[in-house]
């Protein structure tokens, strides 16, 4: 089944040239973000990068340097109050006063909000098995979270607006976030996701863009990956020899290697293909195959020259 193209859908979160400079490389520099009705934007990039940033302006918390940031048409800045009411927004590191319970914070976010929905509260707290009976400073990392995430979304907003939603959850409450998102999208939510995690964007998103140093330097349908021409193989040696003469001889790039198992994980576009089974000609294997191109392996491709990520680890391979 073909997707959706949402670019003919009205634009509901629209960021022209945002620039915000605390100078010393600091902020974010000439970003445009359009996210259209029903859509869901990945922004994805490590901590530290500018999406956080990005989307306090949206939300209407920072004024720019340079450009505007909209949603529904309305430029954001000093407006915040005007938007909530439609705008789930669950902010990177959600402030909650230590001196209410769970139900008094919900019942403060109804209030600012000027509406309750009971069914929607009560089915929120039931999937995120939540319970608001606690004080706030009784409550691990994972519980205030949730009670964010349940505050969030309780009065059933047209727009979500998240940033590191799942951070603080475990694994099985980080799953069950997902296919809450991937709920809402098919209820025409329109959804901005900001993530370091790309199994998390990878299930949600239509649209990715890629931050780095408060820049965008890519912005893209998420098929797109799928359909880059791009190959990667591991290649496991016979031996230390053989091992040795490969990465002297491999006349492509070298993403990874591992000396004590003796494996190479090369990459390199289709149209070489025959260049790679040349290049294997004297050189004993024991195994080698084939790695699925994935939005990791796109995403490294910016960050390469990194040898860890702020919240994303990982190690990059030499490059032949």
Not at 277 to 284: E, P, R, Y
Request: with cysteine; charged share 30%.
């Amino acid at each position: 089944m073909a997707k959706k193209d949402f670019s003919k859908e009205p634009v509901i979160i629209n960021v022209e040239n945002l620039t915000k400079d605390y100078g010393f490389g600091r902020g974010v520099f000439d970003v445009s973000i359009k996210v259209h009705k029903g859509e869901c934007y990945g922004y994805l990039g490590p901590n530290g990068a500018g999406k956080s940033t990005t989307i306090r302006h949206i939300m209407g918390f920072s004024k720019p340097t340079v450009g505007k940031t909209q949603i529904f048409g309305i430029d954001t800045f000093g407006k915040t109050d005007q938007i909530l009411g439609k705008v789930g927004y669950l902010p990177g590191e959600p402030s909650i006063p230590a001196g209410l319970n769970g139900w008094g914070f919900i019942k403060m976010m109804q209030e600012m909000r000027g509406e309750a929905n009971p069914e929607r509260l009560d089915y929120l707290l039931k999937l995120f098995k939540l319970d608001p009976s606690p004080n706030v400073k009784e409550m691990s990392l994972g519980e205030k979270r949730k009670l964010a995430v349940v505050a969030a979304f309780m009065n059933d907003p047209d727009v979500l607006i998240l940033d590191e939603p799942t951070s603080g959850l475990d694994p099985v409450m980080q799953q069950v976030f997902i296919k809450f998102v991937v709920e809402e999208k098919k209820r025409g939510k329109t959804i901005l996701l900001s993530s370091h995690i790309f199994s998390e964007v990878e299930a949600t998103c239509d649209i990715i863009s890629i931050i780095k140093d408060g820049k965008h330097v890519s912005t893209f349908n998420a098929e797109e990956v799928k359909q880059i021409s791009t190959k990667v193989y591991v290649l496991r040696m016979k031996d230390d020899a053989n091992y040795k003469k490969y990465l002297e001889t491999c006349p492509f790039e070298i993403i990874a290697k591992n000396d004590l198992r003796r494996t190479v994980t090369v990459k390199f576009d289709q149209k070489y293909y025959k260049k790679f089974i040349d290049s294997m000609l004297g050189i004993k294997l024991d195994t080698f195959l084939e790695k699925p191109y994935t939005l990791q392996d796109y995403f490294m491709s910016f960050y390469k020259e990194d040898k860890t990520f702020g919240g994303l680890g990982g190690v990059v391979g030499n490059k032949k």
